[in-house]
């Protein structure tokens, strides 16, 4: 097997036969007689349904364990092709320690605008994410870095652990830290208005 049928297999055995759809249940599903969504795994149920509600499609929304994050990340790469992404100072190391054949440039000191238009896209974290809106929510917060890290390049890899699901905006608003700049996100914005493609992974244990 060469080197390029070793990275198609890992990606194969990463995503599944489905990258884009279905979504493995949660345990500890629960539904509030009001409808909404209650328990941590129907929160992160919901939030993908969401997600991929709102993007028409354009947004690939997938359920990975903890310990398979490294791999689901490089393996999300790999499947766009990406050569040199952009990533926060922060970023925690093992998020990429699958990574091969992709360079990570740190975003610190800040990347000269050319050098951020020209990259294949980014990885981040997220402040939390809204079950019931399916929106992913940035501040600058750890792991995320400054807006320019999201808004310039096409393509954005965004991690969204469990506990960071709430269920709605309120909740959310309720949240945040006051003050910070904030970028809501759902769904695959138009041209000129952020990342062009967005793909989620949330994490659960």
Do not use: K
């Not at 149920?45 to 354009?58: D, K, Q, V, Y």
């Not at 800040?110 to 974290?125: K, M, N, Q, R, S």
Request: net charge negative; hydrophobic share 45%; with cysteine.
């Amino acid at each position: 097997m060469n080197a390029r049928e070793e990275i198609l297999h890992r990606v194969r055995e990463a995503l599944g036969a489905d990258r884009g759809g279905g979504f493995p249940a949660p345990s500890g599903r629960v539904r509030r007689t009001d409808g909404r969504a209650s328990g941590q795994g129907e929160l992160a149920a919901l939030f993908a349904e969401r997600a991929a509600e709102h993007a028409g499609g354009g947004t690939a929304v997938r359920h990975v364990g903890a310990d398979g994050l490294g791999t689901a990340v490089a393996a999300a790469l790999w499947a766009r092709g990406a050569g040199r992404i952009a990533v926060p100072a922060d970023l925690p190391f093992g998020w990429l320690a699958a990574l091969r054949g992709v360079e990570a440039l740190a975003d610190a000191p800040p990347l000269e605008p050319d050098e951020l238009a020209g990259v294949d896209g980014t990885v981040t974290g997220c402040a939390l994410a809204v079950a019931e809106t399916g929106t992913v929510v940035l501040d600058g917060g750890g792991t995320q870095g400054r807006r320019a890290l999201t808004l310039v390049p096409g393509y954005h890899l965004c991690v969204v652990r469990a506990e960071q699901i709430v269920a709605t905006v309120p909740e959310a608003v309720g949240r945040l830290a006051p003050g910070r700049p904030l970028t809501w996100i759902s769904g695959r914005p138009a041209d000129g208005a952020g990342a062009r493609v967005l793909e989620l992974l949330i994490v659960e244990e």
